[in-house]
């Protein structure tokens, strides 16, 4: 049988655009003595006010203001000593600005004696790689490795390896690929860079591992992982977890797959897509059917057996008793099978109505973002043909917010999902209920910076709570997004926590947003708290969410709200006893 497995390495290049495993624009060639340089032709070049204009901004890191200001420079003047200055500067803004046909010309306009045509050759061959033209951009890379001074500290040539090994791995040229790869990891070595030690290790075994070469691979996907527990970068953590979760699916080691995603997901603090919820969810279908058909062949050989220790009893039997024997084996055996039909009967009508009140949940929350993101699609089709920047961003932004929301829908399903169907693993311990709180703030800091709104985390430090602290997590970001999403820009969110009597503490989430109208608080807080109106422009599925994870965390959930004013919810919840 052939082997069939997942290749890391080009689900990583290809799906999400990137070479290797960090995007491009996050490596690049610091260029600390072109900066001096320049700043010391500004003071040597006059009054050129455009030039010195163009270099204030660039110093800055204001990529627009720069690119128009060295334009109109580059249109008005012909200072020879500065032009290949200002080409420079225009390249690297266009670069930044995605405008790489255009940063192309503006490197291809520097003269061959300028003092620092190895930054330009190495923006022409990450212009290249960019545009997916390997076999160019390894002739800018050679011209620079050709010309490499010692004392140029400035370029960081651990990236340059990085990008060279990139450029022969998309050639197919593997040996020469892990050469330069290996070179990346012996630098890195050097420096004691932490980080880059690992990017170059998951670099090199995902090469093995697109060879199909395992037993090279698989212990340097798991030395990275090792060296990222010693880290404190979460986007390290989540490629090193996600790296493990596919070498292990594809040795069908599905638990261990399972704890690798799960870890995945935890750090994961991007954006959420419905693909990665159903490959999980596919993965625990096949531990889940695999389990189910070893449990019905053992009940198949032990009623096997049954049947033949019975059928030895009627051995010796005169015929009537051995005709009533036969009879009865085969009525009992035919009740067994009714109760096993009926059972799975049960069974199936218990998980039907479960995926339809899911499936019910999820057409009717995703319906509005979806279509809010078709029609930000359309007119971001728009803004880029028309060249708006201001509506392009402004639309971005919106698309971004929308699929935040179905992030969070998605996170609300899962957990829904596993609860109902008993396989959300609960673990009750004691931990300190303010920190949570401040980590949950955290996560929304770039939302409630955008809308001004104020924060108070009124929490007792000495507050030890005994739940569960993934469970607590989600109900916390539920209702500080609900919070946040209803709440006015300049408003005001608190956290207030006391303990009301011996044993329970009383958490409360209080805004001055919109409210809750009377008619949607009866929804949100009926019996019936899985069933939805398809009908309806609410379903308040997160707040029984919530209410459901505290119920099964032995506590509760309260709802005060009105309309105009804002909301209180109250969180009931056990604490440690002294």
């Known amino acids: 049988m052939s082997k069939i497995k997942i290749n890391i390495w080009v689900f990583l290049i290809y799906f999400f655009s990137v070479p290797a495993i960090y995007p491009q624009e996050e490596r690049q060639v610091s260029s600390f003595n072109f900066e001096l340089s320049i700043q010391n032709t500004c003071e040597t070049s006059g009054h050129t006010q455009l030039f010195h204009k163009s270099v204030s901004f660039f110093l800055k890191d204001e990529i627009d203001s720069t690119y128009i200001y060295i334009s109109k420079f580059l249109l008005t003047n012909d200072d020879k000593n500065l032009l290949d200055y200002a080409y420079y500067l225009q390249g690297r803004c266009a670069v930044k600005k995605k405008l790489l046909v255009q940063g192309k010309e503006s490197f291809n306009n520097i003269s061959d004696t300028f003092q620092f045509n190895q930054l330009k050759s190495l923006q022409l061959a990450n212009i290249h790689l960019n545009q997916k033209e390997y076999e160019e951009a390894l002739t800018y890379y050679k011209k620079w490795e050709s010309k490499q001074l010692v004392e140029n500290e400035d370029i960081n040539t651990k990236e340059i390896y990085h990008n060279i090994g990139l450029c022969y791995l998309h050639l197919k040229n593997h040996s020469e690929a892990a050469n330069y790869l290996f070179k990346e990891r012996d630098l890195a070595k050097r420096d004691q860079d932490t980080l ?78 419905r693909d990665k919820i159903w490959e999980l969810a596919k993965i625990e279908k096949k531990f889940t059917v695999a389990e189910k058909e070893k449990e019905i062949e053992l009940q198949e050989k032990q ?104 992030h969070l829908l998605l996170d609300k399903v899962l957990n829904w999902s596993l609860l109902e169907s008993g396989q959300l693993f609960t673990n009750i311990e004691p931990f300190p209920l303010k920190p949570i709180i401040a980590q949950i703030i955290y996560n929304y800091q770039s939302i409630i910076t955008s809308k001004n709104i104020q924060i108070y985390n009124n929490t007792p430090s000495n507050i030890i709570v005994l739940a569960d602290i993934e469970s607590i997590k989600v109900v916390l970001r539920n209702l500080l997004d609900n919070a946040i999403k209803y709440s006015k820009e300049n408003s005001s969110i608190k956290f207030e926590v006391s303990v009301k009597e011996k044993g329970w503490c009383n958490l409360e989430v209080i805004d001055t947003g919109v409210g809750i109208t009377e008619e949607k608080l009866q929804i949100i807080t009926s019996d019936n708290n899985t069933k939805v109106d398809s009908q309806s422009s609410v379903s308040g599925f997160g707040l029984r969410l919530c209410k459901s994870l505290l119920l099964n965390n032995g506590g509760d959930l309260v709802i005060f709200s009105e309309e105009g004013k804002g909301t209180n919810i109250t969180v009931i919840l056990p604490v440690k006893k002294d």
């Open 196 to 273: 880059s030690i690992i990017y170059a290790t998951m670099d090199i075994a995902n090469l093995y591992y697109e060879q199909y070469l395992d037993s090279k691979a698989i212990p340097l996907f798991e030395e990275a992982y090792i060296l990222s527990k010693k880290t404190s970068d979460i986007k390290i953590k989540e490629s090193a977890a996600l790296n493990m979760a596919v070498v292990e699916e594809n040795q069908k080691n599905f638990k261990k797959s399972i704890q690798y995603r799960k870890e995945y997901e935890k750090w994961k603090d991007s954006i959420w897509n």
């Open 303 to 406: 009623i096997d057996i049954q049947n033949a220790r019975q059928n030895l009893l009627f051995v010796g039997i005169i015929s009537l008793l051995v005709v009533i024997g036969i009879i009865a084996f085969f009525l009992r055996h035919r009740i067994k099978k009714n109760k096993i039909i009926t059972a799975q009967k049960d069974e199936l009508s218990n998980l039907n109505e479960m995926k339809n009140k899911l499936f019910s949940i999820v057409s009717h929350d995703l319906r509005t973002p979806v279509n809010s993101i078709r029609n930000n699609n359309k007119l971001l089709k728009k803004a880029l043909e028309s060249n708006d920047n201001v509506q392009l961003s402004s639309k971005i932004e919106e698309s971004i917010q929308v699929t935040d929301g179905v």
